[in-house]
């Protein structure tokens, strides 16, 4: 269809809408001209599953080309939350380290970096559980404790948390989305706490001043913030999940939220923040490479945004290129479930990452799923330099979480 064709088209569609009688033809049937076929299909789109034709190279990468560090995954959670927040000291453990290393060993994962290890007893348990030990294969993070933030001197406590923390063998801090999407003054309730919000200085700076990497995740995807209609190309994500919607209530912008979070980046320039999901804005690399240049002490993170970098490859390659040295792999990794293919830990996942960084294949899954879960699109690799590979596998994370490769 002509682009005249097509404007006219469409006129055709919203004056028949206005006039409140049903579509041309065009809009019901396809407009091929053969619009009184009565034996035309339909087709639930959720049964749509085409089978790309193109006869293209399909590289398997059944290794690393160097060793990895997988700065996100999840291998417990705190047992009790409510509303989006989590509660108390009583982790989950996904699975035993074990189960993990087989697969590590076959995928050449050197070191897995538990994000959600926790507080206070539950914390201990996870470094206990999988740090202690293989002490050379997999680390953790602690948390904040969300459940205080509304006692008095929370912000002394935390400070002390994270030095407590860091004693009982913590390599550095995760902050969930919780911070400026769930977390409420009183904690379930009330308005939402701001990403910004000066309780957490004290915290930051805690980090900072003992070395510690702070991985926060801010926002989510731009698509969570639209009406789950028609025209957001995450229609089929956001009506399997509805809950992942950030769209209307009291919800602030994704910008918004971006913005108080770059303010915290500024205002604690001696701390390391490693910005999870690309910079929580894969969408758009313009605005986070502005991000790196106005922060030295950012870096990113690929979780479950492989997605986004390689439906812009080009884009993609020199964002590469430009911040090589604040860029470090990680997956978002979850062992079991069904839910969200995209991270489920095992052999397919990271085949299609070291694919996606290594290779030049075109047009393939970013997910091992029959439906790309994300949105419906198919991805182009990077073939990245060996210089750059390195540095993205383990170079970056090996400094910045001071372990030796
Ligand atoms: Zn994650």
């Known amino acids: 269809m002509g682009i005249l064709n097509r404007r006219r088209w469409l006129e055709g569609i919203g004056a028949a809408f206005l006039a409140g009688r049903t579509p041309p033809r065009a809009f019901a049937r396809g407009g091929d001209g053969d619009a009184n076929r009565a034996d035309k299909m339909s087709l639930e789109l959720s049964e749509f599953q085409p089978k790309s034709m193109l006869h293209v190279p399909e590289t398997k990468v059944a290794r690393s080309r160097f060793p990895v560090i997988d700065l996100h995954t999840h291998l417990s959670r705190g047992a009790e939350s409510k509303d989006g927040v989590s509660l108390g000291e009583k982790m989950q453990f996904l699975a035993p380290p074990e189960e993990l290393l087989r697969v590590m060993d076959r995928k050449n994962i050197r070191t897995m970096v538990n994000l959600t290890g926790g507080v206070g007893a539950g914390l201990e348990e996870t470094i206990r559980r999988y740090q202690t030990p293989y002490p050379d294969r997999f680390l953790v993070f602690t948390e904040p404790w969300w459940g205080r ?107 918004e939220l971006l913005e108080a979070r770059n303010r915290v980046f500024a205002r604690h320039p001696k701390t390391q923040f490693i910005a999870l999901h690309v910079g929580n804005n894969a969408e758009n690399l313009a605005y986070v490479s502005e991000c790196m240049d106005r922060f030295p002490n950012l870096h990113v993170e690929l979780g479950a945004r492989i997605g986004e970098l390689g439906r812009q490859p080009r884009a993609a390659r020199k964002f590469f290129d430009r911040y090589q040295d604040r860029i470090l792999f990680g997956t978002d990794a979850v062992p079991h479930g069904v839910e969200t293919p995209q991270q489920v830990f095992g052999d397919n996942l990271y085949e299609i990452y070291y694919r996606f960084l290594e290779t030049e294949d075109e047009y393939f899954d970013y997910a091992p799923a029959p439906v790309p879960p994300q949105g419906r699109w198919r991805i182009y690799g990077l073939g990245l330099s060996e ?13 910045l979480l001071g372990v030796k490769v």
């Open 149 to 255: 933030v509304n006692e008095p001197g929370y912000g002394k406590f935390q400070a002390d948390e994270i030095e407590r923390a860091q004693r009982a063998g913590a390599r550095g801090l995760k902050i969930l989305k919780t911070l400026g999407l769930y977390l409420r003054e009183g904690i379930t309730s009330g308005p939402l706490v701001k990403v910004d919000d000066r309780r957490f200085d004290p915290m930051w700076e805690a980090c900072g001043g003992l070395n510690l990497p702070v991985a926060i995740h801010v926002s989510d995807p731009e698509a969570f913030f639209l009406p789950i209609d028609r025209f957001n190309e995450r229609f089929e994500e956001l009506n399997n999940h509805p809950d992942w919607s950030f769209y209307g209530k009291d919800f602030p912008s994704n910008a």
């Open 387 to 399: 210089t750059i590979l390195r540095k993205v596998y383990y170079e970056n994370a090996a400094r």
